[in-house]
């Protein structure tokens, strides 16, 4: 009888569970290469930096730490990947935004999915985050095209990029 309740709990908890994806650390190598060293810090942001991020992005911000992840070889930044976590419908989806020392945002990869996985974008709505310069900001069906029935996904992606782009600008560019 026990065992027939432990069945059942863990048909029941599974899906509950986040759905992960892939890992930051591989999304990093995969965007600069094997041979690139992936650090990871978390930045807690100032007062001030959090405001400037929000209204540059014209988002509210959930949190005010963030963790990034930077990619180096032979001693040379290559550029950054900046975790986001933004709530879709009830629950939360998590994207890493790669963006290149260059001010360019080179990629997005979904890291972790809890909505159901019929609303997780495709892998073809998803290109269109490629050599996107982190000045301009984004906005659902204007620069990106909403996805059918998976409207509330889009927009999340889209405000994480806003968020992702202005944390870079404030943050992390070069002056």
Same mark, same amino acid.
């Given at each position: 009888?026990?065992?027939?309740?432990?069945?059942?709990?863990?048909? +029941?908890?599974?899906?509950?569970?986040? !759905?992960? @994806?892939?890992?930051?650390?591989?999304?990093?190598?995969?965007?600069? $290469?094997? /041979?690139? %060293?992936?650090?990871? /810090?978390?930045?807690?942001?100032?007062?001030? &930096?959090?405001?400037?991020?929000? &209204? !540059?992005?014209?988002?509210? @911000?959930?949190?005010? #730490?963030?963790?990034?992840?930077?990619?180096?070889?032979?001693?040379?930044?290559? $550029?950054?990947?900046? *975790?986001?976590?933004?709530?879709?419908?009830? =629950?939360?989806?998590?994207?890493?935004?790669?963006?290149? =020392?260059?001010?360019? *945002?080179?990629?997005? !990869?979904?890291?972790?999915?809890?909505?159901? #996985?019929?609303?997780?974008?495709?892998? %073809?709505?998803?290109?269109? +985050? &490629? /050599?996107?310069?982190?000045? &301009?900001? @984004?906005?659902?069906?204007? %620069? #990106?095209?909403? #996805?059918?029935?998976?409207?509330?996904?889009?927009?999340?992606?889209?405000? $994480?990029?806003?968020?992702? +782009?202005? +944390?870079? /600008?404030?943050?992390?560019? %070069? =002056?």
């Amino acid at each position: 009888m026990k065992k027939f309740f432990i069945y059942i709990i863990l048909v +029941f908890a599974l899906p509950l569970s986040a !759905e992960i @994806l892939t890992s930051p650390i591989d999304a990093m190598k995969y965007a600069y $290469g094997q /041979n690139s %060293e992936i650090s990871k /810090n978390d930045i807690l942001l100032s007062s001030e &930096q959090e405001s400037s991020i929000s &209204q !540059e992005a014209k988002v509210a @911000l959930d949190t005010k #730490i963030f963790r990034v992840f930077k990619a180096v070889a032979d001693n040379k930044i290559l $550029g950054y990947g900046i *975790l986001i976590s933004k709530q879709v419908r009830s =629950k939360n989806a998590v994207i890493l935004y790669i963006i290149t =020392k260059e001010s360019l *945002l080179k990629s997005i !990869e979904i890291i972790a999915f809890n909505e159901p #996985i019929e609303y997780l974008p495709s892998k %073809e709505w998803s290109s269109q +985050f &490629q /050599n996107i310069e982190t000045t &301009q900001m @984004l906005r659902i069906s204007k %620069e #990106i095209p909403t #996805i059918t029935g998976a409207t509330l996904s889009a927009r999340s992606a889209v405000d $994480g990029s806003r968020i992702a +782009f202005a +944390f870079y /600008n404030t943050v992390l560019k %070069e =002056k």
